[in-house]
């Protein structure tokens, strides 16, 4: 059953259309309605034996176009009959209207099904017995009625004060009752009554708005909203009802006579309601109910029903997706155009002049047009040199409908010859050096196609999605905001968000490379291999062709193929050791590169999905930059060293603990049982903030000691200090105790003592990603923290959090990769598993049991997926050999495996 929005279909959009030939069903339904004997299980036998039928049929692939009305039909011959059974009398004096999307004829297999009792003036306790009757039926039928009661005042007052209401009217459908009072009522609710076209356009346009604002203003969310999302049903509803206001239009075939709409355009629209149609009625099968989400779960089991196979580089998931995405895209470019053409229409000034503003556009009542029908055909160029004039014309409010539709019917002349026209270079690199607008017009250059065929790699990714939970837009829309959160760095009014780096984007020589950067670093995924190496190739290829120096453009590639390197680095390395900043200032080579990655990645992440930056992750970041810009500024012939910065790293925590009245005597006690390797790992003023605690400590408390603060020296994160004298199980209890307290790990720093205790440092946040500002919060942490590492006997308590619905969805298989860290005399070991409540408590457990001391790790959550670090030694504190190293292997994968099953 492979279904898409290329496929020709038949049927309008979102307004009332004629009612379509019987299905022969209802017919024979109707009249075994009308000698029902056992009224409630005949009537609830023929709904479900509907129900079945259109099912069956939706599955042989029938057109669903008549599924849709003749799901309607079947609800009109069930409720027209329990009309007649239960109304009495007073079904000739009240008339039973169906609204909303019931009024128009369609309907999904569990879609609202809304009518209205349309009443006289006055009310008389019989209808109240009689209406009673029949809802108490249809309810004990199994129909789910929306309903309500009103007279032709009561429509009128209601739809003037809510447009939504007035738009559930004006959709209305005598079913049966007085042909008079309905038509009374339609009088009633005209534009000359209410809602004049002019206003009911503003109403609509300022609904939809903020609709989209609730879906973040795109149609590509990881679950969109088939009704509800920009791009879906509901756009398309727009359309009509603008439509039908104004023109009394009951199709919108009517809008083509109108010279709205051409007739590719109307099979185009059809096309994609189909599609959108079809998604939405295999959603309320495969759920049993009405649901307008494309949820993960639904994803994988549409897929499949429409026929989609994972094909080498694409699963079948992420097919379908991308053709719902094209689509929305699609029904969001033909919503922009008939909205633009009924504001025009009903709210423009047609006798506005034109004033020209270049050769090929002018402007009219402040919108942007062409100065003739034929500019693209002789001047090419005109197609990107009209978002340039956008730019340079803030006062504009956008493109004029007749211009929009030209741009559409020209993209044809967007070949390799205009590709490698030098004019067009120009105008391109124009459009990213504008002072304003380049997001914007990148996005509408995306809309309105110009810019996957500017850009072929760019096209390609268009609607291109990744079935995890890490990305959460389609590749095209990730890489606009990427641009965006680049933008807002080069504009003052944003520089509340980030100060510093801020200053660091508008030093950079040339600001429009980071935005080259932007667009390739990620245009390569889905075609196999490396996409950032491949991207790297296309971007420089591009920007040679473009007219960039070759210093230039080697800059653009170096940035797509590294655009990974600082976070990952940053995330999974120890960036306190002096051989990883050695090794990645050498990588970087000087200031310039490393400024220019620093702003690219912050604009990556930032952009790849809204609850993946957080406060310590921005800390993380800046914190490693400055100590790799320190590295650049002593030169690579001179790299840091271990016995200075040890040295360094010392005096200065001294000079803050005397500052703080701790003397040195109380010092040394403090630090005689700590090594080197803790003096490497913390700033002076975690080592501070330890050693005041440590100082202060009664000398006789054998417990553990635990404390909980803003991090010291680094804002960001919330910091848990925890020293325990008996090891046993420490870091798995106090994982456990933390992750069931609903705290994000986001980084563990463990220091076994020369004693034969533990000094632990364990970085938190909150699940909203911000630090802990409530002290009674972190008094509540100390105390839970005390109890769980006191009880050194009892077994480790589970965590019993619950799993998140998304990320039960995925199944990831664990993965175990060990190295050698040779300066530091340890084994570095990576674990790529499921994220799940409990997971760190469970590695913390296998490693004591298998006798490895643990040194660090480094936590990273990617999407549904973990992929943490751990730094590891013998009890000698030797590296694992081959042996204990397949022992762990083998220990961890069957407590993962447990874990898994359990999960």
């Known amino acids: 059953m492979r279904a898409g929005p290329g496929d020709a279909s038949e049927g309008p959009a979102a307004v009332v259309t004629p009612a379509p030939a019987p299905w022969e069903y209802i017919a024979a339904l109707r009249a075994r309605l009308a000698t029902a004997t056992e009224p409630v299980r005949d009537y609830r036998a023929a709904l479900e034996e509907g129900n079945r039928e259109l099912a069956r049929r939706f599955r042989a692939d029938e057109p669903i176009e008549a599924l849709v009305h003749e799901r309607a039909l079947l609800a009109d011959a069930l409720l027209v009959q329990a009309w007649s059974l239960h109304a009495g009398p007073a079904g000739d004096e009240l008339a039973l209207v169906a609204v909303g999307g019931y009024g128009r004829g369609e309907l999904l297999p569990c879609s609202d099904i809304d009518v209205m009792v349309l009443l006289p003036q006055g009310e008389r306790p019989e209808w109240t017995v009689a209406l009673e009757g029949f809802l108490s039926f249809l309810w004990d039928i199994g129909l789910e009625i929306g309903h309500s009661a009103r007279t032709i005042d009561d429509c009128q007052r209601e739809a003037l004060s809510d447009v939504s209401v007035a738009t559930t009217l004006i959709e209305a459908r005598l079913l049966a009752g007085p042909e008079a009072l309905f038509t009374a009522m339609r009088h009633a609710l005209a534009p000359d009554h209410l809602w004049s076209s002019r206003d009911f356009f503003d109403a609509k346009v300022r609904e939809q708005a903020e609709r989209h604002h609730r879906y973040h203003d795109t149609a590509y969310n990881l679950e969109p909203n088939v009704k509800q999302s920009p791009g879906g049903l509901r756009d398309l509803q727009t359309i009509g009802w603008v439509a039908k206001r104004h023109f009394g239009a009951d199709t919108l075939q009517e809008l083509t006579g109108h010279g709205f709409l051409m007739p590719r355009e109307l099979a185009q629209l059809q096309a994609a309601q189909s599609w959108l149609w079809r998604i939405r009625f295999a959603l309320h099968l495969v759920t049993g109910r009405r649901e307008d989400r494309l949820l993960f779960d639904h994803q994988i089991r549409l897929a499949r029903l429409f026929g989609y196979e994972d094909s080498n580089y694409t699963l079948a998931v992420e097919q379908f997706m991308q053709r719902y995405y094209r689509t929305a895209m699609f029904v969001s470019w033909l919503n922009e155009l008939l909205l633009q053409h009924f504001r025009e229409e009903i709210l423009a000034d047609r006798d506005a002049p034109a004033v020209l503003l270049s050769r090929q556009f002018q402007e009219r009542d402040e919108y942007l047009e062409v100065a003739g029908d034929d500019a693209f055909v002789r001047y090419p160029s005109a197609l990107l040199e009209l978002f340039l004039v956008l730019q340079q014309n803030p006062r504009l409010r956008g493109v004029r409908a007749n211009t929009i539709r030209l741009i559409t019917q020209n993209l044809w ?310 020293h325990t004298r008996g090891r046993r199980h420490s870091f798995a209890r106090a994982t456990a105790a933390l992750d069931q307290m609903g705290l994000s790990i986001q980084d563990a720093r463990i220091t076994p003592t020369t004693d034969g205790a533990s000094l632990d440092s364990y970085l938190v946040l909150e699940d909203t990603g911000l630090p802990i500002s409530d002290p009674q919060r972190m008094t509540g942490i100390e105390q839970v923290l005390t109890r769980a590492l006191t009880e050194q006997n009892a077994a480790t308590p589970p965590v019993t959090r619950r799993m998140p619905r998304q990320v039960r969805m995925f199944s990831t298989s664990t993965q175990l990769t060990f190295s050698d860290d040779a300066e530091n005399a340890r084994t570095i070991l990576e674990v790529i598993a499921g994220d799940r409540p409990g997971l760190l408590s469970e590695i913390g457990k296998v490693l004591w049991d298998q006798k490895v001391e643990l040194h660090g790790a480094k936590i990273m959550t990617v999407g549904e997926r973990a992929e943490d670090v751990f730094y590891v030694t013998d009890e000698s504190t030797l590296p694992l050999g081959e042996a204990r190293r397949a022992a762990l292997s083998g220990a961890l994968l069957r407590a993962l495996a447990t874990r898994d099953v359990a999960a």
Request: aromatic share 10%.
């Open 413 to 722: 002349l967007i070949d390799e010859e205009f590709r490698q026209n030098p004019r067009n270079h120009r105008l391109f690199l124009d459009i990213l050096k504008a002072p304003a607008g380049v997001t914007h017009e990148l996005r509408r250059m995306n809309l309105y196609g110009v810019l996957g065929r500017y850009i072929p790699a760019f096209g390609r990714i268009v609607g291109r999605m990744q079935y995890d939970l890490f990305h959460a837009y389609t590749v095209d829309a990730h890489t606009l905001f990427v641009v965006s959160n680049l933008r807002r760095l080069a504009l003052e009014r944003y520089d509340h968000e980030f100060p510093t780096l801020a200053q660091i984007f508008r030093a950079l020589p040339k600001p429009e490379l980071a935005y080259l950067a932007a667009i390739f670093h990620d245009l390569a995924k889905g075609r196999g291999g490396d996409h950032s190496e491949l991207g790297a190739v296309d971007a420089e290829a591009f920007c040679l062709e473009q007219g960039l120096s070759r210093y230039d453009a080697r800059l653009v590639a170096w940035l797509v193929r590294h655009h990974l390197m600082l976070s990952v680095t940053s995330q999974k390395q120890d960036i306190a050791d002096p051989q990883v900043i050695n090794a990645f200032a050498r990588e970087v080579g000087d200031q310039i590169r490393l400024d220019y990655l620093y702003v690219l990645t912050v604009a990556d992440v930032r952009g790849t999905n809204p609850k993946l930056w957080n406060s310590w992750k921005a800390s993380l970041f800046d914190e490693f930059y400055e100590r790799v810009k320190q590295a650049l500024r002593r030169g690579l012939e001179s790299p840091i060293d271990r016995e200075q910065l040890l040295a360094e790293t010392r005096a200065e925590a001294r000079g803050l603990l005397e500052a703080n009245g701790i003397g040195a005597s109380a010092v040394d006690r403090a630090w005689s049982a700590l090594t080197d390797t803790y003096f490497l790992r913390h700033s002076a003023a975690e080592i501070a903030w330890h050693t005041g605690r440590l100082a202060t400590r009664d000398p006789a408390d054998t417990g553990p000691l635990v404390a909980v603060a803003a991090h010291p020296g680094r804002g960001g994160a919330t910091v848990v200090l925890v």
